[in-house]
Protein backbone atom coordinates (compact mmCIF):
# COMPACT_ATOMS: atom_id res chain seq x y z
CA UNK A 1 0.00 0.00 0.00
CA UNK A 2 2.49 2.64 0.31
CA UNK A 3 4.50 2.26 -2.11
CA UNK A 4 1.08 2.60 -3.93
CA UNK A 5 0.32 5.82 -2.39
CA UNK A 6 3.76 7.04 -3.13
CA UNK A 7 3.36 6.33 -6.58
CA UNK A 8 -0.42 7.99 -6.62
CA UNK A 9 1.23 11.12 -4.43
CA UNK A 10 3.55 11.82 -7.48
CA UNK A 11 0.87 11.59 -10.14
CA UNK A 12 2.29 8.45 -11.92
CA UNK A 13 -1.88 8.35 -12.82
CA UNK A 14 -2.21 4.68 -12.50
CA UNK A 15 -5.20 3.04 -10.46
CA UNK A 16 -4.29 -0.12 -8.14
CA UNK A 17 -5.07 -2.42 -10.89
CA UNK A 18 -2.60 -1.06 -12.90
CA UNK A 19 -0.25 -0.74 -10.62
CA UNK A 20 -0.70 -4.37 -9.97
CA UNK A 21 -0.87 -5.30 -13.59
CA UNK A 22 2.91 -3.85 -13.98
CA UNK A 23 4.26 -5.34 -11.24
CA UNK A 24 2.95 -8.47 -11.97
CA UNK A 25 5.11 -8.37 -14.60
CA UNK A 26 7.97 -7.62 -12.80
CA UNK A 27 7.50 -10.65 -10.47
CA UNK A 28 7.21 -12.82 -13.92
CA UNK A 29 10.95 -11.99 -14.34
CA UNK A 30 11.97 -12.15 -10.87
CA UNK A 31 14.53 -15.32 -10.07
CA UNK A 32 12.69 -15.53 -6.85
CA UNK A 33 10.44 -13.61 -4.40
CA UNK A 34 11.04 -13.19 -0.91
CA UNK A 35 7.70 -12.21 1.09
CA UNK A 36 8.39 -9.84 4.28
CA UNK A 37 5.78 -10.16 7.01
CA UNK A 38 3.25 -8.16 7.29
CA UNK A 39 -0.54 -7.88 6.18
CA UNK A 40 -0.23 -7.37 2.28
CA UNK A 41 -3.15 -7.54 -0.71
CA UNK A 42 -0.69 -6.63 -3.23
CA UNK A 43 2.08 -9.24 -1.27
CA UNK A 44 0.17 -12.24 -1.17
CA UNK A 45 -0.92 -11.54 -4.99
CA UNK A 46 2.82 -11.07 -5.75
CA UNK A 47 3.77 -14.34 -3.76
CA UNK A 48 0.37 -16.38 -5.82
CA UNK A 49 1.50 -14.95 -8.92
CA UNK A 50 5.01 -16.45 -8.46
CA UNK A 51 4.06 -19.73 -7.42
CA UNK A 52 1.36 -20.01 -10.13
CA UNK A 53 4.69 -19.46 -12.58
CA UNK A 54 7.15 -21.36 -10.84
CA UNK A 55 8.41 -18.89 -9.28
CA UNK A 56 10.31 -19.49 -5.81
CA UNK A 57 8.61 -18.04 -2.95
CA UNK A 58 10.33 -17.25 0.15
CA UNK A 59 10.04 -15.84 3.65
CA UNK A 60 12.94 -15.61 5.17
CA UNK A 61 16.68 -14.53 4.19
CA UNK A 62 18.34 -17.72 5.11
CA UNK A 63 16.40 -19.71 2.86
CA UNK A 64 16.97 -17.02 0.24
CA UNK A 65 21.12 -17.72 0.67
CA UNK A 66 20.57 -20.99 0.90
CA UNK A 67 18.75 -21.39 -2.14
CA UNK A 68 21.23 -19.19 -3.79
CA UNK A 69 24.14 -20.72 -2.70
CA UNK A 70 22.94 -24.79 -4.04
Same mark, same amino acid.
Given at each position: ? !? ?11 ? !? ?13 ? &? ?11 ? &? ?15 ? !?? &? ?5 ? !??
Amino acid at each position: G !SVYALASAAGCGL !SHAEWLAVDLAFVER &ADAVLRLPGESTG &ADMETAHAAAKGIPVFS !SV &ADVVAWF !SE
